[in-house]
């Protein structure tokens, strides 16, 4: 059944049949744990080639103004809005988020390619003081080469459009290796982004997107030609742990954006009934698979036992179901490993002294599809399972008495990417956003950690791997920086005053 709907859409999109059959990668959609496909996936050696033409395409693309490049994303965003509920709908299907999620993810998108339109007449250099005489000094931003995209399951399609929009206006070409677990939804931009490419008309040089399907090995690949003068890698701080040192030994650029540990502190003041509804999105929306999901709750001991049985009960109400015939509020898990990873950590933390709310197992009349309680774990403190990143939905909470100490703990994990504070002191709200306050690449008050807008610049520190894409200065990463003297004077002097008479 549903392999019938998500061909259909596919072939709607404009994805070739012919790609779809005969292949060695089964992808199975989590809604029902069912087979729809298997696709065929290139050959490390085929995805070299890939790359080399790719390589041709940038050479020609950078030579096209960058506000014309803007037009192609232009049309880009077009075609996503008038495509946005089949792209929405898929990627329900293959990673299994609820409509609304599937739906904002393509919004994002289109976000995304707004952004990067206006950015195309603003890739701006400065005019820098110089001090010779007779002299101008200034910056250029030219395009950097072939853009590599690595991207994870659970954005499988924003992720891409942050990555491809930015390098599409700053002069680069793509070549982008979906995750294994969700090459369809890459397929169905890829043909998305042809009928742009269609209407852009010939300046448009071929192979400006290449989708590469396979698994890590092809993304080493990716990694290791040296045709690719960027990576953008989003996954698990594992992957990125093997793709940092390779970039590094060939001195290619790297945006690593990994995995997260993200922590909510809700102090004395703050506004319960707002910190519970963000809490709740935070920690059990998407199914807890958000980089950004929040998984560590630290609350003031003066607000615990007014919190904390409202969240339990939040958790024990919160509807679990089928996202594509219900109106359930939490999907299911993407694959086996994911359920097996919570049940280990669930063990753990009960081995730690947690006490664990949920987490059960979830029987939706198939069995290949994992669908699970979301789980509230009050932790006695900050250890075992709560220092690591378990991509499911668990919430470890933890009381906590002291602003210092809690700031500390805050910090004392590896990841640094999101981050949410519920104050209304000023104080609290300020110094948690100071220097000696989260150590998050984003740092939120009142809000949660998860659902940030393209127009900042996203990623973290630390084991999150420092890399920025989407808003904000983020471009940079995609264009080189050449700096400029020219000297229209008649004389040649040296800067720093150093004579040289010959
Ligand atoms: P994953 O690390 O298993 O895979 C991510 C991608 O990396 C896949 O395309 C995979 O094929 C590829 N890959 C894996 N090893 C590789 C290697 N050695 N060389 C080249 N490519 C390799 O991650 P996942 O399970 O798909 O996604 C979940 C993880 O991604 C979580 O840790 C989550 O926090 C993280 N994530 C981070 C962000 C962010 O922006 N920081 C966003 C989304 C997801």
Redesign the pocket.
């Known amino acids: 059944m549903l392999a019938q709907e998500t061909l259909a859409l596919l072939s709607k999109l404009g994805v070739d049949a012919a790609a779809l059959s005969g292949g060695d990668l089964a992808v199975h959609s989590p809604v029902t744990g069912e087979q729809i496909v298997a696709l065929k996936t290139i050959s490390p050696a085929d995805a070299g080639k890939a790359i080399d033409a790719a390589h041709e395409a940038f050479k020609a693309w950078r030579l096209v103004p960058g506000p014309k490049r803007g037009e192609l994303v232009r049309l880009l965003g077009e075609e996503l809005r008038a495509h946005k509920a089949e792209l929405g709908r898929l990627v329900s299907i293959e990673v299994g988020k609820i409509p609304s999620e599937g739906l904002g993810e393509v919004q994002e998108m289109i976000d995304i390619c707004d952004f990067a339109v206006g950015l195309s007449r603003q890739l701006y250099g400065l005019t820098i003081a110089t001090e010779r005489p007779g002299h101008r000094m200034m910056e250029t931003w030219h395009p950097l080469g072939v853009v590599g995209v690595?991207?994870?399951?659970?954005?499988p399609v924003a992720?891409w459009s942050w990555n491809a929009a930015l390098a599409l206006v700053c002069g680069d070409s793509v070549v982008w290796?979906?995750?294994?677990?969700t090459p369809l939804t890459a397929l169905a931009c890829e043909a998305i982004f042809a009928r742009a490419v269609a209407r852009f008309g010939k300046d448009a040089p071929a192979n400006l997107l290449t989708v590469l399907v396979?698994?890590?090995a092809?993304?080493?690949v990716?990694?290791d030609h040296p045709k690719v003068a960027l990576v953008s890698?989003?996954?698990?701080?594992?992957?990125?742990r093997?793709?940092g040192p390779?970039l590094a030994r060939r001195f290619a650029r790297a945006v690593l954006?990994?995995?997260?540990n993200n922590a909510g502190i809700v102090c004395p003041s703050a506004d319960l009934d707002m910190a519970l509804r963000a809490i709740a999105f935070g920690a059990m929306g998407t199914a807890g698979?958000?980089?950004?999901t929040l998984r560590r709750l630290f609350v003031h001991d003066s607000v615990y036992d007014q919190l904390v049985p409202r969240l339990k009960k939040a958790y024990q109400s919160v509807s679990v179901g089928n996202p594509l015939e219900s109106s359930a509020l939490v999907g299911p898990l993407?694959d086996k490993a994911a359920f097996d990873n919570m049940q280990k950590a669930l063990s753990d933390a009960r081995a730690h002294g947690g006490k664990v709310t949920g987490g059960e197992r979830f029987e939706n009349g198939h069995k290949d599809a994992y669908y699970v309680h979301p789980a509230l774990v009050e932790m006695p403190k900050q250890e075992g399972p709560v220092t690591e990143?378990t991509?499911a939905p668990i919430l470890y909470v933890m009381k906590y008495s002291d602003f210092d100490a809690v700031l500390d703990n805050h910090n004392a994990v590896g990841a640094g990417?999101s981050s949410s504070i519920f104050t209304r002191d000023l104080q609290e709200s300020e110094r948690f956003l100071s220097a000696d306050g989260s150590d998050c690449g984003i740092a939120n008050v009142n809000i949660g950690t998860s659902g940030a807008e393209i127009g900042g610049a996203?990623?973290?520190e630390k084991e999150?791997?420092g890399?920025r894409?989407s808003g904000s200065d983020a471009w940079k990463a995609y264009m080189r920086r050449a700096t400029n003297t020219i000297n229209y004077s008649r004389e040649l002097p040296l800067a720093q005053g150093v004579s040289f008479d010959i």
Not at 233 to 240: N, Q
């Open positions: 690595i991207s994870a399951f659970n954005f992720v290796k979906p995750s294994e677990k396979g698994d890590r092809v993304g080493e990716l990694v890698a989003t996954g698990s701080t594992r992957m990125g093997e793709v390779r954006e990994l995995g997260g698979q958000r980089c950004t993407i990143e991509f990417l996203f990623g973290g999150t791997g890399g894409e």
